[in-house]
């Protein structure tokens, strides 16, 4: 087949574009070619949510989020329970107990002091339930057209017990994936809200903190190998950043895969897959098979996870890759999103 | 190519259970199998059907006599190389703000993208329905909004109807960049074409639900093809390609229709009416395929007021695509995306060569997203 070419490839890496922001392909790009270099050691090369580190004899979990969510107030949350609630699950998934975060506000001149108290006041609720203190914080203000609104940072720390590793590259064969309830409500949740999307709904970010539920799996067994929320991206890039680290396949069930009536219907709307819609009071954890149904046991016991199932398994045939058993038997691939999931247009 | 009636019409069905269910496709496709004796080519022509038949592995189930090649109704796929290079013209324009459908962004033009140009600061949004660009420039009088107005008859009564709304609110600041293209003149083309190998064809259900499906009855005549209109769920498309197959085995040709719930042989005649009060017919080009007579719809004189490309005087602007180019016989349905030498390898969706790996509703999308493996797992 000499002879067959394509147009010109454009230059993929010169410009910082919207899609590496998306947890998918492009943003995994940044990390491996710009900051990995930059900053290598041994605790960031583990590729986690979160940090482990070791001062003097203690294990700690370090983690930090920024979030510019649009618009800040939306069904189910807003962009400072969302602050509090990210950083917490990053730290959570580490198998760590959340004690301490920081927050830091970058605010566009004009904004409302009336709204900074409303999210500031939502920052405290959150972290008064979830029993973490906001203990630091910063504020700068940034010229009018040079921020969208509000954007905040939290960093957080936690103590992680001795006999707990949680590692993304610890999934083996055999094992099961757990997931703890329906995808995608908070990326639906906050579509609908935007600018132009006049449609009726009634989802509800799912915008939680995960930590107690954490605690109660790991009360049931060590053999947890890793667990991840499964934010920006969604369910999808999660599960591709576990096969791969792991080089393990990974399989799923699609009719075992919770996704609400609503959130399917917008989807399909939108031209978007549920599997790659953000959550933000999800988890997925990779189980040995032998203490699956226990786990899954001790999840519904908690309301954060009264839906969790057992949605696939780990298998060593297609090292990296992701696949889907769909309903009607056939196989097909769940791919990490190359950029941002944009709308189609029909 | 979905709308909002749609949408409230799935919720009512629960469109997932019933058009989805195992075990209706599992019957069809024994069903397919025990009518088939000799091999057929079928190509369904929309994008939407692509995605379903990959995302479900239907092909899988179906007999190996069948082949299913993948049609031309991807919108954003043939778009012309020239009209994204006059979006990314215009968007550069000062003072325009270019609105577009989001997976238009991604599309290589000669030397850019609506991404990159949008990066370097460029006021270049993404909107689900051109109303929405309507009311960008109501609200922003002093910029001159742009919308691109591409696809299929699907996309066309909304873009008229904007076009309609800013003439009749003299609404002097918006404009539409329109290329438009037409299914039933692509089939004629492709069925004349002395490379054609498809024995009967999928028409695209929501296309027909604007258009109803009188105007296929005239290539069903003239070649002796069957055209089936077919949904875009797995228990649509099975049927749809059972009604083919019986027709082909009994050496008929007609036009049917699957996919009742949505289409009847009308058509929306209200949505029909705004496309021919505000569009005329003209020639067309298709990205990878060349002009085709009288295949897509352009702007009235009445309408010059609103018409971008006269307005910025963008006709001086032509690109021409290498002839060569892969994705013209993959839109073609005479080569499979996998038959790419750059498929999955150097063309890519996070660095797509061709507009086909660009569109979720492209065929070498839907290949690289569900199928690739095929390729690793048997070594082809």
Known sequence: ?346 | MRSRATYLMFCEMRYNDEYRDARICHALAREIGEQTTRPWVLMEICGGQTHTIMRYGIDDLLPRQIELVHGPGCPVCVTPLETIDKAIALAAFPGVTLVSYGDMLRVPGSSSDLFRVKAQGADVRVAYSPLEAVKIARANPDRRVVFLAIGFETTAPANAMAAWQAKREGLSNFSLLVSHVLVPPAIRALLASPQNRVNAFIAPGHVCTVMGYQEYESLVRDFGVPIVVGGFEPVDLLEAILMLVQQLENRQARVENQYVRSVNYKGNVAAQQIMNEVFEISDQKWRGIGTIPRSGLRLRSEYAAHDANALFRMDVITADEPAECMSAEVLQGLRKPIDCPAFGTLCTPENPLGAPMVSSEGACAAYYQYRRHAREVTGA
């Open chain 1, 1 to 346: 087949m000499a002879g067959i070419t394509c147009p010109t490839p454009l230059p993929a890496k010169d410009t910082i574009l919207l899609g590496h922001g998306s947890g998918g392909k492009l943003s995994a790009d940044l990390v491996r070619e710009v900051f990995l270099p930059a900053f290598k050691n041994s605790a960031l090369a583990e590729l986690n949510d979160q940090a482990l580190v070791n001062i003097a004899g203690t294990r700690l979990a370090f983690s930090t989020d920024s979030f510019v969510v649009k618009p800040l107030f939306f069904p189910g949350g807003d962009i400072g329970s969302l602050a509090v609630h990210g950083t917490i699950n990053d730290l959570a998934m580490g198998g760590a107990t959340p004690l301490f975060l920081s927050a830091a506000f970058i605010i566009e001149e004009g904004l409302s002091i009336e709204v900074l108290r409303r999210v500031v006041t939502s920052m405290q609720r959150a972290a008064r339930i979830a029993g973490v203190q906001i203990v630091t914080g910063d504020t700068k203000v940034v010229e009018k057209g040079s921020g969208d609104g509000l954007f905040i940072n939290t960093s957080g720390i936690g103590l992680v017990p001795e006999d707990v590793r949680l590692s993304a590259n610890q999934a083996r064969p055999g094992d099961k994936v757990i997931l703890s309830g329906f995808i995608g409500d908070h990326g639906i949740a906050i579509l609908a809200q935007r600018k132009g999307l006049e449609f009726e709904t009634t989802i509800e970010s799912d915008s939680a903190a995960l930590h107690s539920l954490v605690t109660g799996m790991l009360n049931v067994t060590n053999e947890i190998r890793c667990m991840r929320d499964p934010t920006r991206g969604g369910l999808s890039s999660a599960l591709n950043e576990i096969a791969a680290q792991s080089q393990v396949g990974i399989e799923l069930r699609e009719d075992a895969i919770p996704v609400r009536e609503e959130v399917r219907g917008a989807c399909e709307m939108l031209g978007l897959d549920p599997m790659y819609v953000a959550n933000e009071g999800k988890l997925i954890a990779i189980v040995a098979p032998r203490v699956a149904d226990a786990v899954v046991s001790a999840m519904r016991r908690n309301t954060l996870g009264r839906d969790a199932r057992i949605i696939g398994s780990v298998n060593q045939d297609r090292r990296g890759l992701v696949t889907m058993r769909t309903g009607l038997g056939t196989t097909r691939i769940v791919d990490m999103l190359a950029g941002d999931q944009l709308p189609r247009i029909c």
